[in-house]
């Protein structure tokens, strides 16, 4: 017979066993005999007990097995929402791979995960069941299937959202709250809180400086599965921009305000600061913009302090590049992009090949009522050729005005000078040309150098008469376009397309430059540089009145920095449009994102034509 304090030990010990099993799971663990067994939370403690209680040599110490030694794999069933599952996986993936032992402390982890993760999604009625099973023979991991009933989903009974203080009458605030789910919806915890962080997150953008939530709740009956929605926001007052100075710019003051879009005492927005330094950023004055604003609270306002670093003086680009037709070409560019501080700039060319030398220089004086959408330029260029039946040199000028369009069109007006000493097959002339011009341009991108999305379009209409001092009468109208779209991330499709219409009486007077000629990677691949054009009776190249041309290229990504293209070319260049002056050309090549920007290497050959030559190109830089 037992002392009475042992008797009272020996009768505790079931329930001194539960507490220990749900503490320090790892003092008491029944591994499966079988090799599937269905385990409910306590269902190891209650065999626990009854063993203890059939004992009657029950001693505390033999109740205290071995730590466990097989560990188990997770897997999950029965969660037949998407969303929830997901939830449910990341939940449960970030429980310790030790604590995957089979054990009390194991199901209330996995139990309690899972719950959590439902319950974002509006289920909070679920059923969980657990299933042991045994490592195979030769396996050091046995399974732990977890079936999961959801239950049914909560929905939202009520919605009670509330905006005072001058948001209330906010356009802003008004087009947000329309976002907010109908009543009836399945609750998602996470639209609830997106909703409320939108809120929160554009008082700041437009200057709610003073707002909170006076109230913000998400009530939950989880018998009935339904839910409500209340919010209460209070704006307060609505601060505006006070005083905006600008520091360490090279760039008078009143020309910097002229950018601006905003005054001071304007409602504060944080959209106008975004639009003004993309403005400052695209005038190429600065290399780095940082705003500085501060807010006053006793009169509501917010100074800003724009600090600005001038960009370099100097700027220099180089291009290179290689065609079985024109051999080596090299390009330079060297750019002022501030030369004085009204922002005027002055922009240079050099270009050399076997057949070409070009040289161009540019001056552009910006306007003080919009100093970078409104602006003068002045160019200046000299042109040397000699290539196919063609040997030029010229001389050009002119005097253009433009206008940069919220559209993101580029309009301009003015007037082009040239003189050519020219000799194209067996006709040599010395031509001056006064040709009033109007141009539209516009080009947009994304994804720098390489762009994934972008297009650009192009189109000019030049006029000369000898009304004006031309010494012939001519209209050419050019128009050409680029398209770049990606599908799916490693698909890239790039088409193109031009024309050109040019109308004279005295073709012949018609410098090269103002001829049309196709062939050569920007046009007609397969075809040596300009040899697609009308010839005389010798077989020499004259050029053409009428152009057109169209092609399509596939890019494949093979590698992050590597693609392949397959393209295809047409075009034509006539005095009277015919089926038979098409010619198409048609090749394959590489794509390197280098450094410095993308390197294309094609081979190309005529289809359907008596040219059966290969054509090599290789060029550095963007298709637009």
């Known amino acids: 017979m037992l002392p009475p304090f042992l008797t009272k030990i020996k009768n505790l010990s079931p329930f001194i066993l539960l507490g220990t099993a749900l503490c320090y799971p790892s003092v008491l663990y029944a591994q499966s005999k079988t090799s599937a067994t269905t385990v409910s939370s306590n269902a190891k403690a209650l065999d626990a ?50 604590e995957m032992d089979g054990s009390l ?18 289920y909070f009625n679920s059923t969980i069941k657990f299933d042991v099973v045994a490592p195979e023979e030769g396996e050091k991991k046995g399974t732990l299937i977890v079936t999961v009933d959801q239950g049914p989903a909560t929905d939202i009974a009520g919605i009670n959202v509330n905006v005072t203080g001058q948001a209330h009458d906010d ?7 329309t976002q907010v789910p109908a009543i009836g919806t399945q609750l998602n915890q996470q639209t609830y809180d997106n909703f409320k962080e939108d809120l929160r997150q554009l008082g700041i953008e437009r200057g709610y400086f003073d707002a909170d939530f006076t109230s913000s709740q998400l009530d939950v009956k989880p018998s009935t599965q339904q839910a409500w929605w209340n919010l209460d926001y209070d704006s307060g007052t609505r601060y505006k921009f006070g005083r905006f100075t600008f520091e360490n710019s090279q760039i008078r003051q009143d020309y910097l305000r002229h950018i601006m879009h905003m005054k001071d005492g304007d409602p504060y927005n944080m959209e106008d600061l975004a639009a003004l330094n993309s403005d400052l950023s695209s005038s190429g004055w600065f290399k780095v913009i940082l705003f500085q604003p501060k807010i006053n609270k006793e009169d509501k306002t917010v100074n800003v302090n724009v600090l600005l670093y001038p960009q370099k003086k100097n700027v220099f680009k180089v291009g290179i590049g290689y065609s079985t037709d024109v051999g080596a070409r090299f390009q330079l560019g060297w750019n002022k992009p501030w030369v004085d501080s ?8 050099f270009y050399i090949s076997k057949p070409k030398l070009a040289i161009e220089a540019a001056y552009r004086m910006p306007l003080l009522k919009n100093p970078l959408n409104y602006y003068y330029e002045a160019a200046y260029g000299i042109e040397r050729e000699k290539q196919n039946d063609t040997t030029t040199n010229a001389t050009s000028a002119s005097f253009m005005r433009y206008w940069n369009r919220e559209t993101g069109w580029q309009n301009g007006l003015g007037v082009r000078v040239r003189y050519d000493s020219f000799t194209q097959a067996n006709q040599s002339h010395k031509t001056l040309l006064i040709y009033p011009t109007v141009s539209a341009t516009r080009t947009r991108f994304r994804g720098g150098l390489f762009p994934y999305w972008g297009d650009t379009q192009r189109i000019s209409i030049g006029v000369g008469s000898k009304a004006w001092g031309s010494q012939v009468n001519f209209y050419k109208i050019e128009a050409s376009t680029i398209w770049i779209r990606t599908y799916f991330k490693k698909h890239r499709f790039i088409s193109r397309a031009g ?13 090269p430059a103002l001829r049309f000629f196709l062939g050569g990677d920007r ?30 290229e596939y890019d494949y990504q093979l590698f ?12 034509f260049v006539s005095d009277k449009f015919k089926h038979s002056d098409l010619r198409y050309g048609t090749g394959f090549g590489l794509r390197w994102i280098s450094p410095v920007g993308p390197v294309k ?6 289809v359907h034509s008596d040219h059966h030559n290969v054509q090599f190109y290789l060029s550095l830089g963007t298709e637009l």
């Open 499 to 511: 024309a050109g219409y040019l109308k004279t009486s005295d073709f012949d007077r018609i410098p």
């Open 171 to 177: 356009e802003a605030f008004e087009k947000l709250l």
């Open 49 to 98: 007990t009854r063993q203890a209680g059939d004992d009657s040599t029950f001693q505390a110490d033999d109740f205290i097995p071995a730590p466990p030694q097989t560990l188990y794999t997770l897997k999950l069933v029965g969660i037949k929402n998407s969303d929830a599952r997901k939830n449910a996986e990341i939940y449960v993936s970030m429980i310790p791979t030790e």
């Open 560 to 571: 992050p920095k590597w693609w392949t293209a397959v393209f295809a070319d047409t075009g």
């Open 601 to 606: 290497f094609d081979i190309a050959t005529p």
């Open 523 to 552: 046009t007609l691949r397969g075809y040596k540089y300009k040899t697609v054009a009308p010839r005389d009776s010798e077989g020499k190249l004259v050029g053409g009145s009428i152009m057109g041309y169209a092609g399509l």
């Open 105 to 122: 402390r194991n199901f209330y982890l996995v139990r309690t995960a899972i719950q959590k993760a439902i319950s974002v999604y509006g």
């Open 342 to 349: 009204k922002g005027q700039s002055l922009r240079s060319n």
